[in-house]
């Protein structure tokens, strides 16, 4: 099941989306899973996942207090009831830089979680959630999704798909 939900153009969402935008670092992922070669992304890592040595998520980026602040307003606004983040932050896909058309089917972690997309930029390259049928969502800038479960995405073929992301229970 894909949960479309609401986006407020908040004073604190458009400064996260003027970075998003601007001059932060970005970087280089060969892939979008270790277990595949699939399409190149670049990155911008808010919290990282916990794993071992670090047993709790862990800020990696000066932005976490304003992606705080504006995941806390979407949580709000939709009524999501949220226990912890596992991982926030911003990923870039460019259009037709690699002869896979889309990311190999995924999980984010190996544990329950739910996944949320809010989409900062207006581009193609669908997210599908791999249930019995199916399940497509077109991104639109400045709209969201909350999915679990498996799933991919399409690489853009015009402009920058910019993604924030994250994983919660």
């Given amino acids: 099941m894909i949960q479309k939900i609401s986006i407020k153009k908040t004073e604190n969402y458009l400064k996260l989306k ?40 862990t800020y990696c980026s000066d932005h976490h207090v304003i992606c705080n602040t504006v995941l806390t307003e979407i949580f709000r606004e939709n009524y999501i009831d949220v226990k912890c983040v596992f991982r926030a932050g911003l990923n870039m896909s460019l259009p037709l830089i690699s002869d896979a058309q889309h990311s190999y089917p995924h999980y984010d972690h190996n544990f329950d979680h739910k996944n949320l997309l809010v989409y900062l930029t207006d581009s193609d390259g669908d997210t599908v959630i791999c249930e019995k049928n199916e399940l497509r969502n077109t991104p639109k800038e400045d709209t969201g999704i909350i999915f679990e479960g498996k799933h991919y995405h399409y690489l853009p073929t015009y402009g920058r798909r910019i993604v924030l992301v994250c994983t919660f229970m």
């Fill in 18 to 57: 003027e970075i998003a935008l601007g001059g932060i670092p970005w970087y280089y992922h060969s892939s979008t899973s270790p277990r595949s070669e699939d399409f190149p992304f670049f990155g911008h890592a808010i919290v990282s996942t916990p794993r071992i040595p670090n047993l709790f998520p």
